[in-house]
């Protein structure tokens, strides 16, 4: 069975920084591109970041470039995401997700809340 367990969501002061983790089980991980994903109240699922299968090349949104670094240890089977100057518009529930252009596992995600 494929699982995906995030973890490391928290609320936070604007500025502030969190790294969140995904532990993954049930297949072979680093066959597979990687991918976070978050989705705040009220509105439809962002693209974050997406990592390739030997760690050696990623991909970042627009609005997290130069704030946030995803990395990834295979041998560990788990994803990272590291998230420095946190902003309220990242509050959000973070998914970790199995695959690049259309992932398909999602974990149940962990909540990140930016707030003062």
């Known amino acids: 069975e494929v699982q995906l367990v995030e973890s490391g969501g928290d609320m936070v002061r604007p500025g502030g920084s969190l790294r969140l983790s995904c532990v993954t089980s049930g297949f072979t991980f680093s066959n597979y591109e990687m991918t976070w994903i978050r989705q705040a109240p009220g509105k439809g699922p962002e693209w974050v970041s997406s990592i390739k299968r030997d760690g050696d090349r990623t991909y970042y949104a627009e609005f997290v470039k130069g704030r946030f670094t995803i990395a990834r240890d295979n041998d560990k089977s788990t994803m990272y995401l590291q998230m420095s100057s946190l902003q309220p518009e990242d509050s959000a529930l973070y998914h970790c997700?199995?695959?690049?252009?259309?992932?398909?596992?999602w974990g149940q995600g962990t909540q990140v809340t930016v707030s003062s």
């Open positions: 997700a199995r695959g690049g252009t259309i992932p398909s596992y």
